[in-house]
């Protein structure tokens, strides 16, 4: 996926012995189609669903001119017959288009969940009635898709708003997710959702302050869950000596703070979900480390917390620079990611930041 000069993109690699074959499954076009893709998660269908953070409907009172749109929900299909190359695009259709008031605006992430049912649910980072944002969801009706808002952010009074991070949901159906909105009294939230007959509850479960040496970090990061349904999440900033921190919050402690990781000033700061291994193992990456273009991380537990280990640091040249976006990780061990500059640097050039990026992979030694 992709921006730039373009409305971007959604691509497929495969692997093709030790080389990589890649394709465009398809090219945006901006309004009425979407533009400036927020991510693509698999569905139980096999096919790919996401958002994108422009296009659509463009009703710039109610969203940002920047994205030229509100943004959409899409699903991408292989082709219905037989394709003879690994070439072939895929089919679009779009699920929803957002119009900013009252439904919802920018979905600023793809990370979407369904349901048994086959319900979508996102969230977006503006419009909705308050214009702080909404959690969405995307019902199937007679072929298409029907959107009721289920929840609508407003930063008053308690700055609960924002929610650029998309969401997890537990084996009952719960929802959470991160919010960002700062004000005088908090810099960010974990939440909860609760269905019930009667609609959805929210719950804060944790608020974060930018407050050195006294909380552990703030402006929460993407959610994930590790085996003991414990939600573990990095915090980009303002931890006890004001950098960024990994935390877990405890299901069964009431959702009480646990301390796993302080990050020093070289070390950058979490702006992703993490990634967790079988043996707890955490990865992530930072925009900006020590050498100013990016690192991918490991922090490996022990009997005295968390160690921490640079796997790689980027060099601004044909491996990378500023990875953005999770790592994933396969069944060998091997992570992969994306890094926005670098690559050829004879392209995408400007502002010092040269070359269109990369797609990059780290096996273990």
């Not at 993109?9 to 945006?28: A, C, E, P, R």
């Not at 569905?43 to 463009?58: F, K, M, N, Q, R």
């Not at 929840?151 to 949901?169: C, E, T, V």
């Not at 931890?239 to 877990?248: A, E, L, P, W």
Request: glycine share 16%.
């Amino acid at each position: 996926m992709g921006s730039g000069t373009g409305c971007g993109t959604v691509f497929k690699l495969i692997k093709h012995g030790s080389n990589w074959l890649y394709s465009t499954l398809y090219k945006f076009q901006g309004p009425p189609d979407g533009n400036y893709p927020a991510g693509v998660v698999i569905g139980p269908d096999g096919a790919l669903y996401g958002t994108t953070i422009g296009g659509g409907i463009v009703n710039n009172a109610a969203c940002s001119q920047y994205e030229n749109g509100c943004g959409t929900v899409f699903r991408l299909r292989p082709p219905p017959t037989f394709c003879p190359t690994p070439l072939c695009p895929w089919n679009e259709n779009l699920l929803y288009t957002f119009a900013g008031t009252p439904d919802g605006g920018n979905p600023y992430n793809g990370d979407l969940v369904s349901d048994r049912a086959g319900d979508i649910y996102g969230t977006t980072v503006y419009g909705g009635p308050y214009g702080y944002g909404t959690v969405y969801e995307l019902a199937p009706s007679q072929g298409d898709y029907a959107e009721s808002l289920i929840y609508n952010f407003d930063k008053d009074p308690d700055g609960f708003a924002s929610p650029y991070s998309g969401l997890l949901m537990d084996l009952s159906g719960n929802l959470y997710g991160t919010t960002s909105f700062s004000n005088a009294q908090v810099d960010g939230t974990v939440y909860q959702l609760t269905p019930s007959q009667s609609g959805w509850t929210a719950n804060i479960l944790q608020s974060f302050q930018c407050i050195s040496g006294s909380n552990p970090g703030c402006f929460p990061q993407a959610l994930l869950f590790d085996s003991a349904g414990n939600l573990v999440l990095g915090n980009y900033d303002g931890s006890f000596d004001d950098h960024g921190t990994v935390i877990k919050l405890l299901a069964a402690n009431d959702w009480s703070i646990d301390l796993l990781y302080t990050f020093t000033e070289s070390q950058g700061a979490v702006e992703n979900r993490l990634t967790m291994d079988a043996a707890g193992n955490i990865y992530g990456t930072a925009f900006i480390c020590s050498n100013l273009y990016g690192c991918v991380f490991q922090l490996t537990p022990s009997l005295n917390g968390y160690s921490y280990s640079e796997l790689h640091d980027f060099s601004d040249g044909a491996d990378g620079a500023h990875p953005y976006g999770p790592v994933a990780i396969d069944a060998q061990g091997n992570l992969y990611g994306t890094a926005e500059n670098g690559g050829n640097l004879n392209a995408c050039r400007g502002q010092g930041d040269d070359g269109c990026g990369v797609v990059w992979e780290i096996s273990p030694e």
